[in-house]
Nanobody, 121 residues
């Protein structure tokens, strides 16, 4: 019903930048919130940043001041601009969307397939 397609991961040197994108498609009424999570090897998945439809944002303390989340509601797309990347930012990054399929339904979580971000010299 809802597909999330991510792009923009890759290998970057410490101090470098990357921009992740996630586009939602399918049949739904609205997207209440979109966000990015990450999971490093041997660790649990954690929230990186989230943004609601009206633009309010939330960031993990570890990325505040370095990462910026933004959203294009017309394109159902969320972006994550990552600057001053550190080796500890290395992880698989997953896009998340909290979707309202219809006015009669409750919000459901959808996930992208994940994109690898590696920060290494």
């Amino acid at each position: 019903q809802v597909q999330l397609v991510e792009s923009g991961g890759g290998l970057v040197q410490p101090g470098g930048s990357l921009r992740l994108s996630c586009a939602a498609s399918g049949r739904f009424f609205s997207i209440n919130a979109m966000g990015w999570y990450r999971q490093a090897p041997g660790k649990e998945r954690e929230l990186v940043a989230a943004i609601i439809s009206r633009g309010s944002t939330n960031y993990a303390d570890t990325v505040k001041g370095r990462f910026t989340i933004s959203r294009d509601n017309a394109k159902n797309t969320v972006y994550l601009q990552m600057n001053s990347l550190k080796p500890e930012d290395t992880a698989v990054y997953y896009c998340n969307a909290k979707v309202l399929l219809s006015t009669m339904s409750s919000t459901s979580d959808y996930w992208g397939q994940g994109t690898q971000v590696t920060v290494s010299s």
